[in-house]
């Protein structure tokens, strides 16, 4: 998406793109975060989203036990013991 960047009186800056006016009277340093958040949207970025920490392949093919999160225990059923 292009995005269009005007100076106004002073150090404030209008941010624009074919969709209208996404910012008025901003730093020129807010104004270009606020472009490449728009050019991530754009490109599927979803925010809230959080990568996995499990690995892509299965552990149990290479032998390992699955990983736990920092803090938390691994529930077991007791037949790890044997």
């Given at each position: 998406?292009p995005v269009?960047?005007e100076?106004?009186?002073?150090d404030?800056v209008?941010?624009?793109?074919?969709?209208?006016?996404?910012?008025?009277?901003?730093?020129?340093?807010k104004?270009m975060?606020?472009?490449r958040?728009?050019?991530?949207v754009?490109?599927?970025?979803?925010p809230?989203?959080?990568?996995?920490?499990?690995?892509?392949?299965?552990?149990?093919a290479k032998g390992?036990k699955?990983?736990?999160?920092k803090?938390?225990?691994r529930?077991?059923?007791g037949?790890?013991d044997?």
């Amino acid at each position: 998406m292009p995005v269009k960047i005007e100076k106004l009186p002073g150090d404030e800056v209008r941010m624009s793109t074919p969709g209208g006016v996404k910012a008025k009277h901003t730093s020129f340093q807010k104004a270009m975060a606020q472009k490449r958040l728009l050019n991530a949207v754009e490109h599927g970025w979803t925010p809230g989203r959080r990568r996995t920490t499990m690995p892509k392949t299965p552990m149990a093919a290479k032998g390992m036990k699955p990983m736990t999160p920092k803090g938390m225990k691994r529930k077991t059923d007791g037949m790890d013991d044997m």
